[in-house]
């Protein structure tokens, strides 16, 4: 079965500074994976994802994530954080192909990531 | 382009008592998703349509809950009776198609919120 793991439930960081949000990931063959944003009393929002290719991502509002396969990693970055990024951010995670199987999309538990001013 | 539209927002039944969602996604989207989200957790998959048919309900309690499609379009979430348990946010998504590709990713509406006392 596959899982996502996010370590860490809060993350702070200071405005400017960079922040960084952890996942790692369990999966049968090759990954696809996500990482979504929710702000409170909003559903999620899609920030970025990994298919195939380079293993940098790029995504909305500045994010980042590499995808690390030998680390099962996707961590979430962003150079310099702003108040606005705090939120909830879930990674997600499914396998890109499961034979007669499901391609559902499993989330991890969710960082709250603070930025303080 | 208008995103995917949860109604309502906001739901307080007791305890044995049955309640209904509903969705709109996003138009021209295929598939369309249930998910369950409880404090503290990441969303899990309760149900997957293809159109109108099922393509996974593997996790979704069908001794209490339901749902369909009947059009391809807009869907129904039920459940009765509710249990205490069943506390959470009931999120819908869609997503262009299924199955794999860059048009896989799934958008979120902003959710209904259960309360079950």
């Known amino acids: 079965a596959q899982s996502v793991a996010q370590p860490e439930d809060q993350v702070n960081v200071a405005e400017g500074n960079p922040l960084t949000v952890k996942c790692t990931y369990s999966v049968s063959g090759n990954p696809y994976l996500f990482w979504y944003v929710q702000y409170p009393n909003r559903g999620l929002q899609f920030l970025l994802k990994?298919?195939?290719?380079?293993?940098l991502v790029k995504g909305s509002y500045g994010f980042e994530a590499e995808f690390n396969k030998s680390q099962t990693s996707f961590h979430l970055k962003k150079p310099s954080a702003l108040v606005s990024d705090s939120a909830l951010y879930f990674c997600?995670?499914?396998?890109?192909?499961?034979?007669?199987?499901?391609?559902?999309?499993?989330f991890g538990k969710g960082t709250k990531l603070s930025v303080i001013p | 382009e208008a995103g995917v539209a949860q109604s309502p927002r906001y739901k307080i039944i007791e305890k044995r008592q049955s309640v209904a969602f509903w969705c709109n996604p996003i138009s021209g989207h295929a598939t369309l998703y249930w998910y369950q989200q409880i404090l503290g957790q990441g969303p899990k998959l309760l149900i997957q349509?293809?159109?109108?048919?099922?393509v996974d309900d593997s996790q979704l309690p069908k001794d209490r809950f339901s749902a369909e499609r009947l059009k391809g379009v807009d869907s129904t979430l039920k459940i009765q009776p509710a249990k205490l348990e069943d506390s959470a946010v009931y999120l819908c998504a869609s997503s262009l198609v299924w199955g794999g590709g860059v048009q896989e990713t799934q958008y979120f509406g902003p959710g209904t919120r259960l309360l079950v006392l």
């Open positions: 349509f293809q159109n109108n048919g099922v």
């Open positions: 990994y298919i195939t290719g380079d293993n």
């Open positions: 997600a995670v499914r396998p890109a192909y499961s034979g007669a199987g499901s391609y559902q999309l499993t």
